[in-house]
């Protein structure tokens, strides 16, 4: 049996060698390996052998089979590249009647509401920074003036990380200690106000419905000096909202509770379908809450390094935390939250710029 399977191993070799092609190949693999190949001709030569030598020739026959096997895998890669080759280098893979213009793509709708915005707090002196998407218990909550397990925390449950006590940021709020200490030193040595905003991806473990996603978008704004009153924060909001709406909004203050500011407020807008007068956009109020936000909690300047235990209230501020998802689709109308994350590129390029 030895001579037979060395014999028919000769054989394979030169003609797989012989092969240039998977036409080729895969007539020499059936020639082989089919039921009707050379290896099944050798199994039925089995029957023919002493019973004492069966074992090892069938031994020998199943270790061809499996070198075979490889043999013929290993080939037919280097068939598939020589072929992959063959293809760029020809013509074949060129198609001279595709139309050189391909279609290009389109802003993504909070990416033109951010770059307004972003703008329109340029012309106002803010800086606008970036910020990471991971962070850590700390900056998301403990700086914030909510420590553990304070009830604040449910209302902000996210995705936690199984490694260095990470999570994905439930607000952009998260940013507010680092922008304070990058910006703080300006402040208190050049008299340089910290107005700053900062937009991002922001998550939180919620149930998806058509107002409600597991991730979305807010922009968050600080401004930090001497005397910053709520008269600041309301002529910032008021200004930036008729901006964006391009007309003059009427805005009010509602007493709202967030840890790291105080006194809170919710912000409304009289609504700019009714004129205050009460529709089903508005839900028969008249008004439409749009941007929490309050006078930054001391215990938050002072986790931000701005005011010391010796001046806890040298320094004042405001912030606020623009949902620019909610805005996204107030202002252009759009029902259905899931569309911003689904990547319909039919949904998504009916925006535009102004
Ligand atoms: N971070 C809050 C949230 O996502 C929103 C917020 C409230 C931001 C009040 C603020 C603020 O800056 O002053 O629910």
Same mark, same amino acid.
């Given at each position: 049996m030895k001579e037979k399977v060395d014999a028919l191993r000769t054989k394979f070799q030169a003609d797989l060698q012989a092969v240039s092609d998977k036409a080729g190949l895969e007539e020499l693999r059936l020639s082989f390996m089919s039921k009707k190949g050379a290896i099944q001709d050798l199994m039925k030569e089995?029957?023919?052998?002493p019973n004492d030598q069966k074992k090892d020739a069938g031994q020998l026959i199943n270790m061809f089979k499996q070198e075979v096997a490889k043999h013929f895998d290993e080939r037919k890669k280097e068939l598939d590249a020589l072929e992959e080759k063959r293809l760029i280098e020809?013509?074949?893979?060129?198609?001279?009647?595709? $139309?050189?213009e391909s279609p290009v793509g389109s802003y993504h709708p909070i990416t033109l509401i951010q770059r307004e915005l972003e703008d329109i707090f340029k012309s106002m002196g803010f800086d606008v920074e970036d910020y990471n998407e991971i962070v850590d218990d700390y900056n998301c909550f403990e700086a914030l003036?909510? $420590?553990?397990?304070? $009830?604040?925390r449910d209302m902000q449950d996210t995705y936690y990380l199984s490694t260095n006590n990470q999570l994905l940021k439930s607000h952009t709020s998260a940013a507010q200690n680092t922008i304070m200490r990058k910006y703080g030193d300006k402040l208190k040595k050049n008299g340089r106000p910290i107005r700053a905003v900062f937009p991002g991806r922001c998550f939180r473990n919620e149930a998806i419905d058509s107002c409600h996603d597991n991730t979305f978008f807010q922009m968050e704004g600080v401004m930090i000096d001497e005397n910053i009153s709520i008269s600041n924060l309301i002529y910032f909001m008021k200004t930036m909202l008729s901006e964006v709406f391009e007309k003059d909004v009427t805005v009010r203050l509602r007493p709202g509770f967030f840890p790291f500011v105080e006194p809170g407020f919710e912000l409304d807008i009289q609504c700019l379908i009714c004129g205050g007068d009460g529709c089903p956009s508005c839900k028969g109020s008249g008004w439409l809450e749009l941007c929490p936000c309050g006078m930054i909690h001391p215990n938050v300047l002072k986790h931000g390094g701005i005011?010391?235990?010796?001046?806890?209230?040298k320094y004042t501020g405001f912030a606020f935390g623009l949902g620019l998802t909610r805005l996204a689709m107030m202002k252009y109308g759009?029902?259905?939250?899931r569309i911003f994350n689904e990547g319909d590129i039919n949904a998504l390029s009916q925006f535009e710029s102004k």
């Open positions: 089995l029957s023919q052998i020809s013509s074949e893979s060129y198609d001279e009647s595709m $139309p050189t003036n909510i $420590p553990k397990f304070h $009830p604040a005011n010391t235990e010796e001046d806890p209230f759009v029902k259905d939250i």
